[in-house]
C-alpha cells in the first residue's frame, strides 16, 4: 500500500541554523500538507500546497518558514533559523482529491532545537 | 474558529467491552468529520470519515456517529481489543474546505 514517506526520522540541531525536513507524498496526490506537534499537545496544522503554491496557511507558519516541492516528488519544509519553540515532530500529508479527502499522514520527524 | 473538545484525556477499559470517544465542536457545523488513531511517536493514521449528511458510519469493529444539532461525534469500537490501545484524534476542517483541526486526543487504553 503506497504510504508518505519521511526523511530524517530525528534531527538536532542548534538554535539559529537552518534545517530541511523532507516528505515524499503519495505518488498520485495532488494536495499536500506540513502539521506539527509539540510534545504533549494537539496536532496543527502549518500550510497545505496544491499546484505548486502555497494555498492556506496557519498563524504559526510565519516568514521563517518555507515550503516546496523541488522535483515533482519531494515537498520540502524549511526553517530558516530555528529557536526552541519549534521543537516538535512535524508531519506531512498528503491526499488526492482535494481537502475534503483523506489525509494520509507520514511517521514524522523529530525536531529537536538546542 | 473552530474548537474542538474530547472530553476524556484517557479512558480504561475491559477487553471485550466497547469503548465509546466522544467530540465536541463548539461553532458551526463542518462538511465532514474525521477519526484517527495515533500510536506513541508516530503520525495519525486514518480510520473513518462522516459527512455532515450521514447519521452513521461503520468500518469493521468501528462505528462513527455524527450529530449536528448536538456538535458532537460518537467513536465506538466494539469487542476490544488490548491493540486498540491508542490515542484517537477527532479533526474537522476549520471553515469551509479549510484543512484539519484537530482535539487533543482520547488516550484509550484496553486492559487484557
Known amino acids: 500500500e503506497p504510504e508518505v514517506t519521511q526523511t530524517p526520522s530525528h534531527q538536532v540541531t542548534q538554535m539559529g541554523q537552518e534545517v530541511i525536513l523532507r516528505c515524499v507524498p503519495i505518488s498520485n496526490h495532488l494536495y499536500f500538507y506540513w502539521y506539527r506537534q509539540i510534545l504533549g499537545q494537539k496536532v496543527e496544522f502549518l500550510v497545505s500546497f496544491y499546484n505548486n503554491e502555497i494555498s492556506e496557511k496557519s498563524e504559526i507558519f510565519d516568514d521563517q518558514f518555507s515550503v516546496e516541492r523541488p522535483d515533482g516528488s519531494n515537498f520540502t519544509l524549511k526553517i530558516r533559523s530555528t529557536k526552541l519553540e519549534d521543537s516538535a515532530m512535524y508531519f506531512c500529508a498528503s491526499s488526492g482529491q482535494g481537502l475534503q479527502e483523506t489525509q494520509y499522514f507520514g511517521p514524522g520527524t523529530r525536531l529537536l532545537v538546542l | 474558529s473552530q474548537k474542538i473538545e474530547q472530553n476524556s484525556e484517557a479512558l480504561n477499559i475491559q477487553e471485550g467491552k466497547t469503548a465509546t470517544l466522544t467530540c465536541n465542536y463548539t461553532n458551526y457545523s463542518p462538511a465532514y468529520l474525521q477519526w484517527y488513531r495515533q500510536d506513541p511517536g508516530r503520525g495519525p493514521v486514518f480510520l473513518l470519515l462522516i459527512r455532515e449528511n450521514e447519521k452513521e458510519k461503520r468500518k469493521e469493529r468501528l462505528k462513527v456517529t455524527f450529530d449536528t444539532t448536538l456538535k458532537q461525534s460518537l467513536f465506538h469500537i466494539t469487542a476490544s481489543q488490548p491493540a486498540d490501545s491508542a490515542t484517537y484524534l477527532c479533526?474537522?476542517?476549520?471553515?469551509?474546505?479549510?484543512?484539519?483541526?484537530f482535539g487533543k486526543g482520547t488516550r484509550l487504553s484496553v486492559i487484557a
Open positions: 479533526a474537522l476542517p476549520n471553515s469551509g474546505n479549510t484543512p484539519l483541526v
